[in-house]
């Protein structure tokens, strides 16, 4: 039987905590106060809140033990009080209590999972905090060779009592700081399924921390030591282990904006040439552990291989070039941070074709794909006379990364729109920009598996492939020039970095009458698949696809007047 309760550990929250408790009463569940030898001040307000609420219980630890402790303490009483669940809260306000019913929801329908916030963190979150996390993100995939848990060190979770209580008697968890992490690793380990659920963090100007950096840095240091050698005789139980990572097109982009964040942070701090090293050893984890990942990438070459017209491959790909694949994409990461400060110049980009875009009186639509480093949009921004260029996502994350843009380059000219789907609003926004002379670019080559739409398949690379329709439809609606770029880097003699940008026409408008329709999008998808083609044989070791590029994926029955979801795209363009 679900039956949950709220579990607060509290140390010297005093002025916070009615305020917290506040907030959680309509909710009606019962609250357990943990107080982990607090001030006489927080104790005399925990005392006071409960005689003026029912619901509120509180249990006094006679010294101050850690938050560990407290929360191993008040699930245990919670088990003698005979709840199935306690969901952890912190005391100061930092969590969204709109998030506790999407929690206990998922909780119910996942009664021996660990269910944990996801942390979503606005501007108020302290810089140094948020990018010491992703060391300790790092840590974890290694400590549990997956990549299951998104961020371990969130205290606003659904604690399933019996399970998390098996954990804990046969491992010595963490009392401080390292509690949340080292818990949800051995629970991880003990086969207990962790699920993520987005949920907005805020660090309230008044709120206390009881962090401290030395000491708590250090057991930190140390719970990692004892998690890494706890990993190897796990070694292959956790490989073997199915993990419940969901696929690249089902996984939320609400964090990307930090992760972005960090990335910048770590290029302006340790240069190119260091954070390129760095990137060698991440990559090769990812190679080792991520298998889908590496036989995609063999998949996609032995194609290439095999087709005749190649010249980049002069020999039966290996580990070895799959490798080699892997890091052109982490070497793509560092282009595009350099393009976002302003580091690549023109002068080492190669725009043979600039002129068959400066001499468009309209707004165009521009189809990328994941060939080669798109964000040279940049750079091509500044080759045709200031053009403006709004480029469609399919996630949510478009006004964060706006944002950053804008923070990294505040001359940038490229705005990003986020769109799930396309509504009569959308059509007649991206109009006006066509008409104001600005350029729409989407990326033409990948499908959103949980709703794809309409799809049209083309022969690529040997065999048939689907194709998102919904680009291609809404270039008929604009009735605007549609182009395909592609932006391939070069390694000169020098070993400077170039870049070389190819636009191609597919056509000057494409009709939009019911009639003439599926032909017309049929042999223009066909006509991009060739490009794509083409220039893939050129570089393959830029094909960015890590996935079964030709999986099919059974089409909608979504009338395609409407284009619905456009194609997913995690990368800026």
């Not at 060698?280 to 298998?291: A, D, E, G, T």
């Not at 194609?303 to 010249?311: A, E, F, H, I, K």
């Not at 670019?441 to 739409?453: S, T």
């Amino acid at each position: 039987m679900f039956n949950p309760c709220l579990l607060i550990p509290v140390y010297n929250h005093g002025e916070q905590l009615p305020a917290t408790v506040a907030a959680l009463q309509h909710f009606g569940l019962p609250c357990l106060l943990v107080n982990d030898g607090s001030d006489q001040s927080t104790y005399n307000t925990i005392e006071s809140l409960c005689r003026s609420h029912n619901e509120i219980h509180a249990k006094h630890l006679p010294v101050n033990s850690g938050k560990g402790v407290a929360v191993l303490a008040g699930i245990e009483w919670a088990r003698e009080l005979g709840y199935s669940h306690a969901l952890q809260i912190d005391a100061d306000g930092q969590h969204d209590v709109n998030d506790i019913s999407p929690m206990l929801d998922l909780a119910k329908k996942n009664p021996a999972a660990l269910i944990s916030g996801w942390p979503q963190y606005d501007d108020s979150v302290p810089r140094a905090r948020l990018y010491g996390r992703y060391v300790t993100h790092v840590w974890v995939w290694i400590e549990t060779l997956s990549l299951t848990i998104r961020d371990s060190m969130c205290g606003f979770r659904v604690y399933p009592v019996r399970e998390t209580l098996a954990t804990a008697s046969h491992n010595r968890i963490g009392h401080r700081m390292d509690f949340d992490t080292d818990m949800m690793v051995r629970m991880y380990w003990d086969d207990i399924q962790v699920l993520f659920l987005p949920t907005r963090v805020i660090y309230p100007k008044d709120g206390v921390s009881h962090f401290a950096v030395w000491r708590d840095n250090l057991r930190i240091s140390w719970m990692h030591t004892r998690l890494f050698l706890g990993m190897l005789p796990r070694f292959f139980h956790l490989l073997a282990r199915k993990n419940d990572v969901k696929p690249w097109y089902q996984q939320p982009e609400r964090g990307a904006y930090w992760g972005m964040r960090f990335s910048l942070w770590l290029y302006r701090v340790t240069g190119r040439r260091v954070m390129n090293v760095l990137l060698r050893f991440i990559v090769l984890y990812f190679f080792l552990f991520n298998r889908s990942a590496r036989q995609a990438s063999r998949d996609f070459l032995q194609r290439v291989y095999q087709d005749p017209r190649q010249t980049a491959l002069l020999r039966k790909p290996g580990l070895a070039d799959s490798y080699r694949h892997f890091y052109n994409f982490s070497d793509a990461i560092v282009d595009r941070i350099a393009a976002w400060s302003g580091d690549i110049s023109v002068s080492e980009v190669d725009f043979p074709d600039r002129e068959k875009l400066r001499n468009c009186s309209r707004g165009i639509v521009v189809l990328t794909s994941h060939l080669g480093n798109a964000d040279m949009c940049r750079a091509l921004c500044e080759h045709a006379n200031g053009k403006k260029i709004n480029v469609l996502l399919h996630t949510g994350g478009a006004p964060g990364m706006n944002r950053l843009l804008q923070a990294v380059n505040p001359k940038s000219q490229v705005e990003l729109i986020s769109v799930r789907e396309v509504t009569p609003a959308t059509a007649v926004l991206l109009q006006e920009k066509i008409e104001a002379g600005e350029w729409v670019v989407i990326a033409a080559d990948r499908l959103p598996p949980d709703n794809p739409g309409r799809t049209e398949s083309a022969m690529f690379l040997g065999r048939q492939a689907p194709f998102p329709q919904g680009a291609f439809i809404l270039a008929a609606l604009l009735q605007s020039p549609v182009y395909a770029l592609f932006c391939l880097k070069k390694h000169a003699v020098t070993q400077e970095s170039h870049f070389d940008i190819h636009v191609e026409l597919l056509a000057e408008t494409l009709p939009f009458a019911r009639r003439q329709r599926q032909a017309v999008i049929a042999e223009v998808v066909k006509n991009y698949a060739a490009l794509l083609e083409k220039y893939c044989l050129i570089a393959p070791f830029q094909w960015f696809n890590f996935h079964d590029f030709w999986k099919s994926i059974p089409p909608s029955n979504q009338d395609p007047s409407n284009p619905g979801s456009l194609n997913s795209d995690k990368e800026i363009l």
